[in-house]
């Protein structure tokens, strides 16, 4: 990582720090960063609890979600730290090896391929053409469309905080990106 360990606290970094170990067990990946910067690191944490647990979206979207934003912004840390999570949830490894190599993840289900077609377009042109809006609107409903537009923005933040500082993968997980490595992208 790019920022040196933290050799003391403030008062207000220690109390986002009790909170980080009581919600999260630990201080682990965005939020060994946050930490330095508890006025928004706290709001953003919260957020991102809310987004990965309080949402219209069921977890096996959610996941999808935060792993379709990891690949799409390289950010291998949040691959690793959620692909078994995800798999759990109920999503196909083969299509989740696939997406891992920026291949076409090819899902089966119908709200799986809506939720990538949507994402991927809103994370590569920054907009949702009319078709694709649609097909989500009607697959999730207003409410869960809102939740995974914040949700990808969300995870969109933290992962940036990851990639920017660095974030080491933890001891023995590999790369999970075979075109990533670190800062520099390799070319096949």
């Known amino acids: 990582m790019r920022l040196a360990p933290l050799t ?7 109390a986002f ?5 009581a ?8 939020f060994e960063i946050l ?3 508890p006025q928004l690191g706290a709001p953003l944490e919260e957020l991102a609890a809310r987004c990965s647990g309080d949402s ?5 979207l959610r996941e999808l979600a935060l792993l379709i934003t990891a690949r799409a912004l390289d950010t ?9 999570k995800a798999v759990a949830a109920g999503l196909d490894p083969v299509a989740l090896a696939r997406l891992s190599r920026g291949e076409d993840p090819a899902f089966t289900r119908e709200d799986e391929s809506s939720l990538h077609a949507f994402v991927i377009r809103l994370l590569s042109d920054h907009f949702v053409d009319e078709k694709t809006y649609t097909a989500a609107v009607d697959q999730f409903g207003e409410a869960a469309l809102i939740d995974l537009v914040v ?11 990851l ?5 080491d993968l933890p001891p023995g997980q590999d790369p999970p990106f075979p075109d990533v490595t670190g800062s520099a992208k390799r070319t096949p």
Do not use: C, D, K, Y
């Not at 219209?56 to 096996?60: F, K």
């Not at 990639?163 to 974030?167: D, H, I, L, P, T």
């Open 8 to 14: 003391a606290l403030s008062e207000q970094q220690n």
């Open 17 to 21: 720090h009790e909170r980080l170990v």
């Open 23 to 30: 919600r999260r067990g630990g201080i682990r990946g965005p």
């Open 35 to 37: 930490l330095r910067s």
């Open 56 to 60: 219209a979206l069921s977890p096996r």
């Open 76 to 84: 291998q840390h949040s691959w690793n730290a959620h692909i078994g």
């Open 151 to 161: 949700s990808v923005g969300t995870f969109a933040s933290l992962a940036m905080l």
């Open 163 to 167: 990639n920017a500082f660095e974030v």
